[in-house]
């Protein structure tokens, strides 16, 4: 590994979240994926679904369809598939007890109020629902993980659904176009759905439109970054920015702090104590965030 990144782990050692720790020595000393596991299932509740921080700006403990989302990451990462507990509760949650509106997920819940939280994530009923973010995604994770028939049903359902609407208006919201972008990457095939080319190629338009091209903001302020929509080479679309990509990850090394980690380019003014943790919380995760994405693109060494 890169000497630059000697500080680096020892910050995550230090400071890191357990599972961020976990993550980092399966993921790049070759441990067992057991202990991630093991410290994933604690951010799992009884219902399926996931909570107690794993998306370090809410801390509300309770299941949300958007923190279970988050869990996909590490879910891909030990290449847990249906046959597992961790994904079959899963499913269950999202298919069987997750809040939704109008057939879409919540993507705030009721009582994130009662935790500390950043302000996006305070719920009212009338901005509960964030278009397709993130119901698209775990549309495609339904479909790729399915374990009954009906569950890729209504699956399916749901991703027509999201490429009508799409084409019919287009989302320039980059967490938006981020989730149409998972659910092709899940679906990997999808010729059973209507007007999927013109879909396709719109979703590469708003892309475009949206991607930040001066990379002097990248990692100064809050922006559209090519690694947000193509953080792994050879998924769907890289091909076309796959020199925008390849630069941001050129410069990944050299955005290194003075703590010799990343900084966080967001802030909220709410819970100043639990702020303090949740930066460090998003810092530990930057870390294994960066660091795959450096090894994606053969620059971890």
Not at 79 to 88: K, R, Y
Not at 131 to 143: E, K, T
């Amino acid at each position: 590994m890169n000497v630059k990144l000697e500080n680096t782990i020892a910050w995550l050692y230090r400071n890191g979240r357990p599972l961020d720790v976990a993550r980092y020595q399966y993921l790049f000393l070759n441990k067992d994926q057991i202990l991630v596991e093991e410290i994933l299932k604690s951010y799992q509740n009884a219902d399926g679904g996931f909570g107690h921080g794993l998306e370090p700006d809410s801390q509300n403990p309770f299941s949300s369809p958007i923190t279970t989302w988050m869990a996909f990451e590490v879910i891909d990462e030990l290449g847990l598939d249906n046959n597992h507990e961790i994904v079959q509760k899963t499913i269950k949650y999202l298919t069987e007890v997750a809040p939704k509106r109008d057939g879409l997920y919540l993507s705030t819940i009721p009582t994130n109020n009662i935790y500390p939280h950043a302000p996006w994530w305070t719920y009212s009923p009338e901005g509960s629902v964030w278009g397709y973010n993130p119901s698209i995604a775990i549309a495609g994770f339904i479909y790729k993980h399915h374990i009954t028939k009906e569950q890729k049903s209504q699956a399916a359902e749901l991703i027509q659904r999201g490429i009508n609407d799409f084409l019919k208006d287009p989302s320039d919201n980059m967490h938006e176009i981020r989730a149409f972008l998972d659910m092709v990457n899940y679906v990997k095939n999808l010729t059973n759905f209507d007007n999927h080319e013109k879909f396709l190629n719109k979703l590469l338009e708003q892309v475009e439109h949206t991607l930040e091209k001066n990379p002097d903001l990248w990692f100064k302020a809050y922006c559209t970054r090519p690694l947000q929509y193509f953080d792994k080479p050879n998924t769907f679309g890289y091909d076309k920015f796959e020199d925008l990509a390849k630069l941001e990850a050129s410069m990944i090394l050299s955005s290194l702090n003075r703590d010799s980690i990343w900084d966080v380019t967001w802030d909220w003014d709410q819970y100043p104590e639990a702020k303090v943790l949740a930066i460090r919380d998003w810092q530990s995760s930057l870390i294994i965030g960066y660091l795959k994405i450096l090894n994606n693109y053969d620059l971890l060494n």
